[in-house]
């Protein structure tokens, strides 16, 4: 069993996870030997914090350990993708990747002979989308029935918002004036249309209004986000964006949960102000990337 995309998974495998996950924060020790022996590496071609101090420091908290590879500091860099996952199956028990194309994600996953977890490729980032389901069961009780909008740029993290909501029932409404191209499978978005749990409206106010949560991300994806070759679409982006900006006047008198995976671009999809409102709730969200990623590793394996 992979995680390339929730989609992919029952609505079973992912209520597990997520009562798993709930299970490890607050009973940590019951944990502490489950990976004895046990390795998992992280071979990232991005930048991270949380994901990668989610693999490590879990896989260290359950006893087992961890190796991050850097790709540019491998032989990844100069040989067939395929063969060095094979070689790297043979040495770990679980293979993080964080790769810039989905594709490469799907090639790792078909020559692994251990469970490949995708860390966020340029289409999905289904670890994020665990912790915010098991972020949102530990606030309202419950994932099913629960309204969500995701407002910014139809990214990663949005599909993966889209794919967790059709599989637990969580309603999944998108205002999106931007899309990243590479983001976009229209097979994947049919299925969630048909569903009936993914919506798309320009009618911003009014899904804020029907909403439990409200989520956004940032309008650039980390690989581009210091690029200074795409500084003219930066600037077009946050134009045509600013609109969709949360801060105090959009959200107020909301009674809503405020989401982001984070890291935040204060002052562009958010204010700062609402990252530290009283509704926000993305520190424990971030906080919870540690035990929801504790408990995929042992779902992975088993444990
Ligand atoms: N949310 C998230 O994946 O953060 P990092 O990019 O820091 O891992
Ligand atoms: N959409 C963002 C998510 C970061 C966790 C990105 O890919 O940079």
């Known amino acids: 069993m992979h995680l390339i995309s929730l989609k992919d998974w029952s609505p079973a495998d992912i209520i597990d996870a997520v009562e798993e996950s709930i299970d490890i924060k607050n009973y940590p020790d019951k944990y502490q030997s489950a990976m004895n022996g046990l390795s998992l590496s992280l071979l990232f071609q991005k930048t991270s914090t949380r994901t990668r101090c989610a693999g490590e420091v879990g896989m260290n908290q359950l006893g ?102 059709m599989k637990v029932g969580m309603e999944v409404t998108v205002v999106a004036p931007e899309t990243n191209p590479t983001a976009i499978d229209e097979d994947f978005l049919e299925e969630a249309r048909q569903s009936g749990m993914y919506k798309v409206t320009d009618r911003l106010k009014d899904a804020i209004a029907g909403s439990d949560v409200v989520y956004t991300d940032t309008w650039m994806d980390m690989e581009f986000f210091l690029d200074p070759t795409l500084k003219a679409e930066k600037e077009k982006r946050s134009k045509l964006m600013e609109p969709y900006q949360l801060n105090k006047a959009l959200l107020e008198g909301e009674d809503v949960l405020i989401m982001h995976c984070l890291p935040a671009h204060r002052g562009s999809e958010i204010s700062g102000d609402i990252i530290e409102d009283e509704r926000s709730i993305m520190f424990e969200q971030a906080e919870n990337r540690l035990h929801s990623m504790k408990g995929l590793m042992l779902k992975l394996l088993n444990k």
């Open 64 to 165: 087992g350990h961890a190796i991050y590879l850097d790709w540019r500091a491998t032989n990844f860099m100069l040989a067939d993708l395929r063969d060095e996952i094979r070689v790297l199956s043979s040495y770990v028990d679980l293979i993080m990747v964080r790769f810039l194309k989905h594709a490469d994600v799907l090639r790792s996953a078909d020559v692994a002979s251990v469970p490949i977890i995708n860390g966020c490729c340029d289409r999905y980032h289904p670890t994020q989308a665990l912790a915010d389901l098991m972020t949102i069961q530990e606030k309202l009780g419950k994932v099913e029935g629960v309204k969500l909008t995701y407002v910014g740029v139809h990214n990663n993290v949005c599909n993966s918002l889209i794919a967790a909501g």
